[in-house]
Each structure stands twice: as C-alpha cells, then as structure tokens.
T-cell receptor
Framework: AQSVTQLDSHVSVSEGTPVLLRCNYS??????LFWYVQHPNKGLQLLLK??????LVKGINGFEAEFKKSETSFHLTKPSAHMSDAAEYFC????????????FGAGTILRVKS | GAGVSQTPSNKVTEKGKYVELRCDPI?????LYWYRQSLGQGPEFLIY????????DSGLPNDRFFAVRPEGSVSTLKIQRTERGDSAVYLC??????????????FGPGTRLTVL
C-alpha cells in the first residue's frame, strides 16, 4: 500500500526567508511523487512532479523538490518565501500498480509573515 | 481551454436525502477521478473511470455511494440516504492516459456538500 506523511501540519516563515515542507512516503519501487498547492477557496494546482527522471525537480513559482530514495523523502523547498505562497500544500504519491490514483498527505499549511 | 468544472459549487441537504454531484472533465481526457476532502484532511480517492467504465471503485465508502460516466465524458457522483458524515468537499479530476510518464491530474474547484 501507499502512504504519505507530511511531518508538519503548520509552517510559519517570514517573507524572504527559505521554505521547507517535509514529506516522507511509502510505496513500491518506482512511485511518482507530486506536490499540489491549494489556496483558500481555489482548486488544487500542481506545483511539480517526480516521475523517475532527474531527482531534483523544479516546479512553478520557484519551488523545487528532491527525491531521495534512501530516505523515502520528497521535501519541498523555496529559497525565498513570498506572501502569495501562503496556502496549504499536499505531498502526493501515485503508483501505476494502483491505477494511478493519487494518495494525499494530510497537508501542511504555510503561513508567510510580513 | 476550459478546465474541469463541477456543479453545484455548494449543496446543502438534509440527512436522508439523495444528492447528485456533476463533473465535466477537460475535453479529450479519458481518465476521470473522484476524491473526497473532509475538513482538515487531504483528499481521499473514491473512484476512477477509464472511459465509461469504473476501473477502480475501491475508495467508495459504502453502497450509498455510486458514480456513473455513461458516455465517457461527464460523470455524476450519487449519494443515497445522506448522513452528516458525508459532509465534505467532493473533488473531480481528469487526465490523459498515456503509457509514460504518469499524467498530471487536473482538478476542478470542488462541490462543498453539507448534510444537516
């Protein structure tokens, strides 16, 4: 079975400082991993995806994530937070063996202070 | 082009009533997914359609929940004898299905269901 653990339910950073949202997963040998963002009253938007190509994945709005198989981690980072980054972030795993359905973590709410 | 649309955006019903939630996927997307997001949680998978058939309905919580996609495009999620615990945001997503790599699922804005 697949599962995702987001290690922090809430993260608070100051504008202009780095962002780190942590994610650990459990899956088969070759999972696909995603980060989605959900702004208040908006739909889920894909930030980035890992599909067994480069282990360092760059996404939209300056976000990136690194796949570390040995640590079963897929942490999301951004060098400098912006006020517009305040939202809820979901780490997601998928496996073709399970029909490509997405398994979501519980989410991390990111707060950006001015 | 148009994204995934869902109607209604909000639905308030009474316990025991029947509801239908509609999803219009992106044109040409053969795969369609339903998820449920309860307050404070991540979305949970309900059912997956490939074309007209339900390829995986393992996430449906019980037999009060049913979904159809008769023409391989629009899908309807049907909930009978609603219970207060069914209150959640119901999300629909669609994707292309290609051999590789895995395809991005595009999400609709969701239907917020409230059962009183």
């Amino acid at each position: 079975a697949q599962s995702v653990t987001q290690l922090d339910s809430h993260v608070s950073v100051s504008e202009g400082t780095p962002v780190l949202l942590r994610c650990n997963y459990s899956s088969s040998y070759s999972p696909s991993l995603f980060w989605y963002v959900q702004h208040p009253n908006k739909g889920l938007q894909l930030l980035l995806k890992y599909t067994s190509a480069a282990t360092l994945v760059k996404g939209i709005n300056g976000f990136e994530a690194e796949f570390k198989k040995s640590e079963t981690s897929f942490h999301l980072t951004k060098p400098s937070a912006h006020m517009s980054d305040a939202a809820e972030y979901f780490c997601v795993v998928s496996d073709r063996e399970y029909g490509n359905k997405l398994v979501f973590g519980a989410g991390t709410i990111l707060r950006v202070k001015s | 082009g148009a994204g995934v649309s869902q109607t209604p955006s909000n639905k308030v019903t009474e316990k025991g009533k029947y509801v239908e939630l509609r999803c219009d996927p992106i044109s040409g997307h053969t795969a369609l997914y339903w998820y449920r997001q309860s307050l404070g949680q991540g979305p949970e998978f309900l059912i997956y359609f490939q074309g007209t058939g339900a390829a995986d309905d393992s996430g449906l919580p019980n037999d009060r929940f049913f979904a159809v996609r008769p023409e391989g495009s629009v899908s309807t999620l049907k909930i009978q004898r609603t219970e207060r615990g069914d209150s959640a945001v119901y999300l629909c997503a669609s994707s292309l299905v290609l051999a590789s790599p895995i395809n991005e699922q595009f999400f609709g804005p969701g239907t917020r269901l409230t059962v009183l």
